[in-house]
T-cell receptor
């Protein structure tokens, strides 16, 4: 079972910031938070990951609360091409059967023109 | 660089028939994954290979599903015989060795299987 909770859907206006929340209250000390997204009829795509510090890359920013029980993915200027299902996943960092990605049902982000 | 290749993209079969899917991972990626994604759900890992060895196949229905990666490169996933509930998208992904928590999986476009 997925160890995260996400809202099933969200809307965002084009050009505005999209803030996608994720709860992971049972996260353990060395589990990372990963975000993937899946555009319709495509395979999932990695976005970003973090342990406890805020992270930023060319796609998004990841804000993790100090107690690490929740996080927010921020798309600073959403475009229509960002319409997708966004998955928040927690996992251990190292290889083997214990670190598999367990996808929940994610959040369907609909960017409106 | 070329991405993960999968074929066929679509397949329609009748129940009790057999079917096979093929995956060619990104060159040099040691780890290969097969996922099943039923409509409306997130992908579920079926099997994970490290080179040509199986790391995790705990979710693979072994009475009807089989997978191999004989030379540690491309892989095939087979279903024999298929059931109606096997209708899904079958995704292949690959990744290189993990470094400091970073383990990006690269996914192929998937094969959409319809079992009638």
């Amino acid at each position: 079972d997925a160890k995260t909770t996400q809202p099933p859907s969200m809307d965002c206006a084009e050009g505005r910031a999209a803030n996608l929340p994720c709860n992971h209250s049972t996260i353990s000390g060395n589990e990372y938070v990963y975000w993937y997204r899946q555009i319709h009829s495509q395979g999932p795509q990695y976005i970003i990951h973090g342990l406890k510090n805020n992270e930023t890359n060319e796609m998004a920013s990841l804000i993790i609360t100090e107690d690490r029980k929740s996080s927010t993915l921020i798309l600073p200027h959403a475009t229509l091409r960002d319409t997708a299902v966004y998955y928040c996943i927690v996992r251990f960092p190292y290889g083997g059967a214990t670190n598999k990605l367990i996808f929940g049902t994610g959040t369907l982000l609909a960017v409106q023109p | 660089e070329a991405g993960v290749a999968q074929s066929p993209r679509y397949k329609i079969i009748e129940k009790r028939q057999s079917v096979a899917f093929w995956c060619n991972p990104i060159s040099g990626h040691a780890t290969l994954y097969w996922y099943q994604q039923i409509l409306g759900q997130g992908p579920k890992l079926l099997i994970q290979f490290q080179n040509n060895g199986v790391v995790d196949d705990s979710q693979l229905p072994k009475d009807r599903f089989s997978a191999e990666r004989l030379k540690g490169v491309d892989s095939t996933l087979k279903i024999q015989p298929a059931k109606l509930e096997d209708s899904a998208v079958y995704l292949c992904a690959s990744s290189s060795l993990e470094l400091a928590g970073y383990n990006e999986q690269f996914f192929g476009p998937g094969t959409r299987l319809t079992v009638l």
